[in-house]
């Protein structure tokens, strides 16, 4: 069998499971009521921000709008939203492995790297969806909620973006969102080929992050050797576009190594489950 049709197979059982649209409704559902919210009681955080400029500036109209709230989502949310990659990740294979079909499946002509990879290459596909999803729809639901305009962006100092640089600044940093979740993605898939259940992958994957996450931004001096070989301290590349000007030779460098742990991931996945003795 092709690997393009076992491919399409894949895409369609992850696609079959209740698991896999959790992200998908908790974004639908979450974001247009923030949004609604905000355009019913305000947004205190800028208010408090805008109040210590007005004695230098003077704003007309509100800078409050659907750009402004999807870069504070997205600022927000980079922490937690793993979870709705790990959820789906890190039961791709050990599903399958805990219930038995495999011993169904490798009996017909299929090759285990055939399977792997075209688990694996749904698995990416998945990520770039919901990413895509996440960030088209809080861009055009901010947009019919909140408007439009220009993005002021906070990071050492204000950043006033056109709205049509604000929205080429989006692009770019969720592409570069993509790539950072594919390294969770990996790590998932690698910790589901090795159990037999679902629960176990998906919290050793979210224990892993989590604690990665929080000795990345801890600001103690005797973690600054282990940093570097953690994928965590990368995760925040995505918020670089809105810098004043993006460090693309910077971008290049942390994507170099984001790419590096998720084909070491995928490498480890791929010689456990070949080995894998999938009959007993």
């Known amino acids: 069998m092709k690997l393009n049709k076992i491919l399409k197979f894949e895409i369609l059982k992850i696609f079959s499971r209740f698991r896999t649209y959790i992200g998908f409704l908790t974004i639908a559902i979450l974001l247009p009521v923030v949004m609604a919210l905000v355009k019913r009681y305000g947004f205190d955080v800028h208010n408090r921000l805008f109040d210590n400029l007005t004695d230098y500036f003077t704003f007309t109209g509100s800078v409050v709008n659907g750009y402004l709230i999807s870069y504070y989502l997205m600022t927000i949310l980079w922490v937690h939203f793993p979870f709705f990659i790990i959820l789906v990740a890190g039961d ?7 219930t038995g079909t495999f011993r169904m499946l490798l009996t017909r002509p299929i090759s285990r790297s055939s399977v792997i990879i075209a688990k694996y290459l749904a698995t990416i596909f998945y990520t770039i969806l919901i990413i895509s999803f996440l960030g088209i729809f809080s861009i055009v639901i901010g947009k019919i909620i909140l408007g439009g305009g220009d993005l002021m962006v906070f990071n050492k100092g ?48 979210y224990a892993v992050v989590l604690s990665s996450i929080i000795i990345s931004i801890l600001k103690i001096d005797a973690l600054d050797v282990i940093k570097p070989f953690l994928f965590t301290t990368y995760f925040d590349i995505f918020f670089t576009p809105f810098r004043e000007s993006i460090p693309y030779k910077e971008i290049i460098s942390e994507c170099f190594r984001l790419g590096i742990f998720s084909l070491a991931f995928f490498i480890m996945s791929y010689i456990n489950f070949v080995r894998k003795d999938i009959c007993s």
């Open 158 to 205: 204000i950043l006033i973006l056109s709205e049509k640089e604000a929205i080429h600044r989006f692009f770019i940093a969720y592409l570069l969102a993509i790539w950072v979740q594919i390294v969770v993605a990996s790590l998932a898939f690698f910790f589901s080929t090795l159990a037999k259940g679902s629960v176990a992958p998906i919290i050793g994957t």
């Open 92 to 98: 791709v294979v050990s599903y399958e492995t805990g």
